[in-house]
């Protein structure tokens, strides 16, 4: 055989190498198994018998933002509160919003035309919470779900500040 022929043997080799043939089942191809199925779809992929790499991450993420989002709603928590100093220093942006507070109780009352109140405290300052329910006990530690209600806001001052507690928490 002369140095031609080697040539254009290996011209050949190296052509039906680069193509793939259609009539090798796909368990002899290598790296690839035949009749996998894929434990989300129940389906095998017609080239890998695997999921893809994008269905897996897409399941991961689309879990992962289920859980965050079912959480947020939580209001059991322990984050999410707003301090009664935000509160004490822009009335006028949490005026009808709902917000929630934990605290220490103080000077808990029962008004004869006003109904039930009591003070609540954080480290940042004091406000006062009218509820419907059963006033807590004095320096008890509660944690509650109200909407910031004034009598009045005039220059970004309010006047007769207060949550009305939507339901406790703690």
């Not at 680069?18 to 080239?47: E, F, Q, W, Y």
């Not at 919003?97 to 808990?108: A, F, H, I, S, T």
């Amino acid at each position: 055989m002369g140095e031609d022929q080697r040539e254009s043997v290996r011209a050949s080799e190296r052509e039906s190498e680069m193509k793939l043939s259609h009539d090798l089942p796909i368990s002899r191809l290598p790296g690839l198994r035949a009749n996998a199925r894929s434990p989300v779809t129940g389906r095998a992929s017609p080239v890998t018998g695997h999921r893809s790499r994008v269905t897996s991450h897409a399941f991961v993420v689309a879990l992962a933002l289920g859980a965050a989002i079912s959480l947020a709603g939580c209001d059991y928590l322990p984050f999410g509160y707003t301090p009664i100093k935000e509160i004490l220093g822009a009335p006028a942006h949490f005026e009808g919003k709902q917000v929630k507070l934990e605290g220490k109780v103080r000077d808990p009352m029962k008004l004869p035309i006003l109904g039930k109140a009591f003070v609540l405290h954080d480290e940042g300052g004091e406000i006062t919470v009218m509820t419907e329910g059963t006033l807590p006990a004095a320096n008890s530690e509660v944690a509650l779900k109200g909407t910031v209600k004034s009598a009045a806001i005039i220059g970004g001052q309010s006047l007769g500040l207060r949550v009305e507690e939507i339901h406790r928490l703690r």
